[in-house]
């Protein structure tokens, strides 16, 4: 069956601000308390989702999410008005103010699972929003999530939609941020790889001290099953704790795959072997190229300050592969030669693209975190809502959409502003209709 791949990215929502929430998160963490602009992040965006429509790719666009969410504040206690609920929170829990009013649904590899139906035994597409325990903030996504997608990918023939996991940390789940697939064409049965940091239950836990472990193999070994994998082409694989201690929340900080190329650092995995046997055991001996970064070139500092290997991987119209890396990548001198020397050598990997994210950057999102990739037939492509789909004529829409709605400056402390919830909740409404979404957010649905 050939089958083409989406990048559904998602757009930067209306308080896009730098609160620094996510510890073990180091940009997060670094930029705590600066100022941000959301009209520049989402512009941003939108000039990635352009270029990759330029360069011949499926591009979709995935909403931003409702912020504040004060359905959660009320749930905090917090009472009145809207306005009365916020102004409360600011005065008493700011950092739940901004845990609430975070733009952090824009990093759509974490918004779900999905595994292409060639690889499933019913032979449809699954998908499990990630229920994102390990920071509240993140926390309070899937359920507009969960919405969303089912919007855009209709419940029956070609698509099943799965419960996030129950929202313990003992299950905690990040999403497609913390999976893999290779296989020999998208349309072809892959291997499916779910990396933890953690067991989730049992003593074996992470060597990791410094910074938490967000993804447990419990988690992955649950969406395996309500996926209907095969087991034989399934992988469970560890994080190397070193890595999660230097910064590495996420796999996909480390490694990135794309049809049969894996792009990985030295210090990705605890057990290479098991996956190359995997590899050589499926596929043969040879068919899936390995490309793994030694540390003596790139330290695990330097990538995760360059997220080098937040790059999308992609497959060009031609055949070959392109790696679109962010603009920090060209700021140091280590990566700047090692993609120069690594589009001369003798792997698929044959073209670089420049994405200017800085925005998303300064809170620990790269190019891959924008995105969530989903593999679809040609039916499976008509039974998906056309409107999310993006061309120039959408993308001339949003931008207009965006300078007309978002702020070019917002201090975290602005979140108790009552005017920046009532100007999201215009732009978002306005955004669900250009988007043929219907209603989606808890402020429509009430
Ligand atoms: O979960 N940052 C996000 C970044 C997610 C990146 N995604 C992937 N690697 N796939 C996170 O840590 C920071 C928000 C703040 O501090 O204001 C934040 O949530």
Not at 147 to 163: E, N, W
Not at 242 to 253: E, K, L, R, Y
Request: glycine share 8%; hydrophobic share 40%; proline share 6%.
């Amino acid at each position: 069956m050939t089958a083409i791949e989406i990048n559904m990215d998602g757009l930067v929502g209306p308080t896009h601000n730098y609160s620094g929430l996510s510890y073990g998160n180091v940009a997060s963490l670094g930029n705590a308390a600066a100022s941000s602009n959301p009209r520049e992040a989402a512009r941003q965006g939108i000039a990635k989702m352009q270029r990759m429509h330029e360069l011949g790719l499926a591009q979709s666009v995935l909403p931003p999410q409702d912020r504040p969410h004060v359905q959660v504040l009320r749930k905090l206690g917090f009472r009145g008005t809207d306005a009365e609920a916020i102004a409360e929170a600011a005065r008493c829990a700011p950092r739940l103010l901004a845990a609430c009013g975070s733009a952090s649904a824009m990093w759509t590899a974490n918004a779900a699972t999905v595994s292409p139906s060639a690889d499933t035994a019913d032979g449809r597409v699954h998908i499990t929003p990630a229920n994102l325990v390990n920071k509240f903030h993140r926390s309070i996504e899937p359920e507009t999530t969960r919405r969303v997608l089912k919007a855009v990918f209709p419940d029956g023939p070609h698509f099943a939609h799965h419960d996030p996991l129950p929202a313990v940390t003992q299950l905690g789940d990040e999403g497609a941020a913390n999976h893999m697939r290779l296989c020999t064409g998208h349309g072809r049965p892959g291997l499916e790889v779910f990396v933890h940091g953690r067991d989730g239950f049992g003593v074996r836990g992470t060597a990791a001290t410094r910074f938490p472990a967000r993804q447990t193999r419990e988690a992955g070994e649950a969406i395996a099953r309500l996926h209907r994998l095969d087991p034989v082409r399934t992988l469970f694989l560890k994080q190397h704790a070193g890595a999660i201690d230097a910064g590495v929340f996420h796999n996909d900080v480390i490694a990135v795959a794309n049809e049969n190329a894996l792009f990985q650092h030295e210090y990705a995995f605890e057990d290479e072997t098991v996956l190359e046997r995997a590899l050589d055991r499926i596929f043969g001996t040879g068919a899936c190229h390995r490309i793994v970064v030694p540390a003596r070139r790139i330290s695990l500092q330097t990538a995760v300050q360059t997220y080098l290997f937040n790059s999308q991987l992609i497959t060009m119209p031609s055949g070959d592969m392109t790696l679109v890396v962010p603009s920090e990548c060209m700021q140091s001198a280590p990566v700047a030669e090692y993609l120069e020397e690594l589009v001369q050598w003798d792997t698929p990997i044959r073209g670089l693209e420049v994405m200017d994210l800085r925005q998303s950057m300064r809170n620990g999102g790269g190019p891959a975190c924008l995105r969530l990739r989903v593999v679809l037939t040609r039916a499976e492509c008509s039974a998906m809502r056309p409107e999310v789909m993006y061309s120039d004529q959408l993308g001339q829409r949003l931008l207009a959409w965006v300078d007309r709605h978002y702020r070019d400056r917002l201090l975290p402390a602005e979140l108790a502003d009552p005017a920046l919830s009532r100007e999201s909740r215009t732009a978002l409404d306005e955004l669900s209709t250009i988007l043929g979404l219907g209603s989606v957010y808890p402020f429509q649905l009430e």
